[in-house]
């Protein structure tokens, strides 16, 4: 028996429990885009006391709640598909304010990635967490699944910039968390349990991020790579000299289909197997001549065979559309896509374990590699066949999870390495967390969310 | 009744269950220094099956234990004074393994700090966390306390290191968080849970530490501070241009006692109420000239009134004195201390609220104000007056605590910014942390460790 709306509108200002059809779609799925929506309402509260009213409200009625930030997910984390009322920050979108000597910015958790990072620029200041979806992920979905992207390897997560939180919990509770400290010695760090939670716990309504100096001179190299073990050497080089800021990878299929697809011309001289993009921050002619003594050693050592360094801006840019344009480049052909992780020293082994296993079971299949290897993080992309139906495709692609999973295992590697779990990487969790951890988990989700309200069937 | 030893000996090899009066006063007390110990016994593991096994044997015993690194806390944390089993560390004290390309470190929990930064010295690398204890205190016991100390503006704390955590939960379980990864988006991350913890959800056995690169060549200014709430706007100046690896703070009062016990001259000539220790890594002339700027700049805006930087290393080491002569200097006069922290902009407010309660209650008390000012963490003592006993002193700060926290709340600070919580801090925990908070603590403890074996009455 669906329970009464009535109740519950109560707890909103007008117009902001939405219920037609077009707004259930709308609300209801995130990039996954293989969940259909089926949400019982979507609400819209506009401030932390309406949240932790609804979340009440859920409790007592035992109705399932789905937070939801911008929905850029990729692993299903914000499917509504089962009569969920949905719980949408859109209306909570404020910076609230900004403390210029601790360089601390206080807003609610629907202001867009794009949006903070605007008022960081304003402010002189730079807020480095970046990612593809950043013009529509909200602060609250990052934190929620500790967003990275491109500049971890110089920046860390979203988790390294998180100085307070404010949530209400899966029982209702408001907490407000470490309130903007730099050091608080005070017990169990309930903040750092919320990131990366996936709305399994509560919900964000705000946050107090750290903000940082901008970069000066940002300087890109492209380099190519004789054979995929030399990647390891080539981190290692600059990381002793230089503070990357980035530490990008490609193959060649990805470079081809970026070329012919965007009509760009070839950016190195010579091709090779696989490609590194590394940027830094070019602060003093020292760093940049250290870079450049990084570069001529590879070159000597044959880490590389081949490399151009940007010597402008525009440059720069240019040279990041190699790496940047391969998603959009591929997404016609309706990748699937794995987002996996080991330690930055066991990527050469791991990318040629999983290199043989598709070969062997799958041979027609195209496989696009991609990723930040500096963090170890890969995007692996097998393409669909022109001829096959896609349905098809994925479950031949599911069947083959398994054998890579397990490659992975081996190597203590992430099954999800920035997309979190949600719905679609559930049934694959056990290879990177042990039963006992998972065990664990769900201990610590039943002390925050007894009734199993808060996003039932994600993560765990 | 007391439980036979018999069955835990015959867990350990050889040796490594004490029980002799010396063994336990030794094990049995940390550096707070005002409880009696009495451990039950002292157990040296040395795998962490065995610590898991004397985990098993406690929960079938109803016994509880007290994890041990290197007792240097000042919170009494690892206190055993109740009949306890202490587990103490020392013989798992193993660098395990070293990946260069990763800058990571695998060791376990008994390794020394001190042993850590010269391990990473010796690979031309780095391990930024350092204070006072470093030379015995324990990695274990580091990162059970979040560990913080003099280069956290720059490089953090203790958590920021720790890439992998190997666990013996107060269940007797093995668990093995993270193992290394940059990137790992697989649900809660129960490695942040441990860190900070304080031995009470179980006991870390080993660990996986980064290492970074070494700093080159560090360079100190000591400046003179006209008025308290000058030092956000200086530490703003600098903080827009240079990355400060240190940013200390000290009273008039407390460069005093330290120039006349150490027969030191004064270190700038101008006197001033208050002084700063700026220290920062001038990788390139281009960085000292910011520096120098800032500086120019701070005395034009009055900011500063006077102030020198180091030349050389020696220099740098021995402006460094003035501030790390500090504590010993005044450990004659057995100092109430009181480690509490707020953001770095409501520091010269609180100062200021305490030095008028301070004032009021107890106008005969000498208080030095020293501390970590660029993380907002103060170290406030109170001298024990030379007419006066030692108990009744302590009683006498213990009622005006009430008074000092109550403002802290007020701040949104921290009753404890890096000292933890143990048995010291515990009845003022609530200042800091919401009843609510602590319900969840509670659960927290409770999924983890059912039996209250680990050890109990510290923290919660």
Not at 20 to 30: A, F, I, Q, T
Not at 169 to 196: C, M, P, Q, V, W
Not at 446 to 460: H, Q, R, S
Request: glycine share 8%.
């Amino acid at each position: 028996m669906q329970p009464s709306l009535d109740s519950l509108s109560n707890i909103l200002d007008t117009d902001s429990l939405l219920t037609d059809l077009s707004s259930l779609e709308h609300y209801g799925k995130d990039w996954t885009n293989q969940y259909t929506p089926k949400p019982l309402a979507i609400a819209l509260p506009k401030t932390t006391e309406q949240v932790a009213s609804i979340v009440k409200w859920a409790n007592e009625h035992n109705v399932s709640l789905v937070p939801s930030g911008g929905r850029t997910g990729l692993s299903g984390g914000a499917v509504a598909s089962n009569g969920e009322v949905v719980i949408a920050l859109d209306k909570m979108n404020k910076i609230l304010s900004f403390v210029d000597s601790t360089q601390q910015v206080h807003c609610q958790a629907g202001v867009i990635t794009e949006q903070l990072q605007q008022f960081a620029t304003d402010n002189d200041l730079y807020y480095p967490v970046n990612f593809a979806s950043s013009g529509s992920s909200q602060i609250g979905g990052n934190i929620a699944t500790n967003a990275g992207g491109i500049k971890v390897i110089r920046y860390g997560l979203t988790r390294d910039w998180v100085m307070g939180l404010k949530v209400v919990t899966g029982k209702g509770d408001i907490l407000e968390l470490n309130s903007g400290l730099i050091k608080n010695a005070t017990g169990y760090d309930l903040r750092h349990l919320f990131i990366g939670s996936e709305g399994t716990l509560g919900i964000i309504t705000e946050a107090t991020i750290k903000l940082t100096r901008q970069p000066t001179s940002l300087t890109v190299l492209l380099l190519s790579i004789p054979e995929l073990s030399k990647v390891e050497d080539l981190l290692q080089l600059f990381q002793k000299e230089v503070d990357l800021t980035a530490f990008e990878f490609f193959s060649e299929e990805a470079l081809n289909k970026v070329m012919s697809h965007h009509n760009l011309p070839r950016p190195v001289e010579t091709e090779s197997p696989y490609y590194c993009l590394l940027e830094f921050d070019a602060t003093s002619d020292d760093i940049l001549n250290k870079a450049l003594e990084c570069f001529e050693t590879g070159l000597e050592q044959e880490i590389i065979v081949d490399g151009v360094m940007s010597q402008s801006q525009q440059q720069a840019d240019e040279l990041w559309k190699y790496r940047e344009y391969i998603s959009e480049t591929i997404s016609g052909r309706k990748p699937y896509k794995n987002d996996i992780s080991v330690t930055p020293d066991k990527v050469s082994d791991f990318l040629n374990r999983v290199n043989q296993i598709v070969k062997k079971e799958y041979p027609s299949f195209e496989v696009i590699w991609f990723g930040h290897i500096g963090d170890g993080n890969l995007h692996l992309n097998i393409l669909t066949p022109e001829d096959m139906d896609h349905l098809e495709f994925t479950k031949a692609c599911e069947q083959v999870n398994p054998l890579i999973f397990e490659e992975l295992k081996k190597l203590g590697g992430s099954i999800s390495a920035e997309h979190g779990v949600g719905l679609l990487k559930k049934p694959y969790l056990n290879f990177s967390r042990s039963e006992l951890e998972i065990e664990y988990m769900k201990g610590i989700k039943a002390a925050f969310d007894p009734n199993n309200i808060m996003n039932p069937g994600k993560l765990l």
